[in-house]
């Protein structure tokens, strides 16, 4: 029998990956396009860059 997955479910499931990889819920919420819940902070700070978040979803994937 053949199951679908959900989106919902698949990015849930990279999610929970990149976090028990060790990365930052700050990047993980990035990566999923999901704003910082602390938007002063972000004034602040500058956005992960790009690089970086290809590098993370590279890893998560090849887990």
């Known amino acids: 029998m053949e199951q679908q997955i959900s989106t919902y479910y698949s990015r849930h499931c990279w ?24 938007r002063i902070t972000e004034i602040y700070l500058d956005s992960f860059d790009q690089e970086v978040i290809d590098a993370m979803n590279e890893a998560v994937c090849s887990f």
């Open 15 to 38: 999610a929970t990956c990149a976090k028990k990889m060790g990365y930052s819920k700050d990047l993980i919420s990035e990566a999923l396009g999901h704003s910082f819940a602390n």
